[in-house]
T-cell receptor, first 111, second 121 residues
């Protein structure tokens, strides 16, 4: 199956700093989503971005499908940004639709 | 829109008992729901795909007889952990797709419930 690797695995930053999280995947995909899992476990949709660039406030994401990677940018970090960030990809194959999650990046923002 | 709920949020049970977890799509109808399991400090692993009105599709290595899935309506899927043991203790999360699509997200987007923490003593 498709492999999804995220880097870095852990990231500790001071409040106000910027960060870039990376997601590499091993095959072409039809769907790529970024999620934030808060400390209580809730997964929050950030972006649906199989290709191109999107922005939402302090967050933006870029996926270069031909090179099989996606980047999530967080600017002016706040303590509420802490948590685990996952990318998840899907390769539709004869109707077998399912998301494969990456290894995750644990982000800790220090006040 | 596109809200998914789960009940209960946490459950503690004795070894050997069965536990039922409910997953509901609150403001949309979902023909397909997904069940994931997450161990501490690990990623989410898909357990099974739940299809309304038909049998669930289980991932390799997931025991069908131990993790019973029922998707009896377009808004409800249930996962029953039968004869639970301490190694089944985990965080169980469901998700669903809105086939109609949301105003700001395509139909492929999955929406996740808040999860259920299961502790088997």
């Amino acid at each position: 199956g498709i492999q999804v690797e995220q880097s870095p695995p852990d990231l500790i930053l001071q409040e106000g700093a910027n960060s870039t999280l990376r997601c590499n995947f091993s095959d072409s995909v039809n769907n790529l989503q970024w999620f934030h899992q808060n400390p209580w476990g809730q997964l929050i949709n950030l972006f649906y971005i199989p290709s191109g660039t999107k922005q939402n406030g302090r967050l933006s994401a870029t996926t270069v499908a031909t090179e099989r990677y996606s980047l999530l940018y967080i600017s002016s970090s706040q303590t509420t940004d802490s948590g685990v960030y996952f990318c998840a990809v899907e390769r539709t194959n004869f109707g077998n639709e399912k998301l494969t999650f990456g290894t995750g990046t644990r982000l800790t923002i220090i006040p | 829109g596109a809200v998914v709920s789960q009940h209960p949020s946490r459950v503690i049970c004795k070894s050997g008992t069965s536990v039922k977890i409910e997953c509901r799509s609150l403001d949309f109808q979902a023909t397909t729901m997904f069940w994931y399991r997450q161990f501490p400090k690990q990623s989410l692993m898909l357990m099974a795909t739940s299809n309304e009105g038909s049998k669930a599709t289980y991932e390799q290595g997931v025991e069908k007889d131990k993790f019973l899935i029922n998707h009896a309506s377009l808004t409800l899927s249930t996962l029953t952990v039968t004869s639970a043991h301490p190694e089944d203790s985990s965080f169980y999360i469901c998700s669903a797709r809105d086939p109609a699509g949301a105003p700001v997200a395509p139909r492929e987007t999955q929406y996740f419930g808040p999860g259920t923490r299961l502790l088997v003593l």
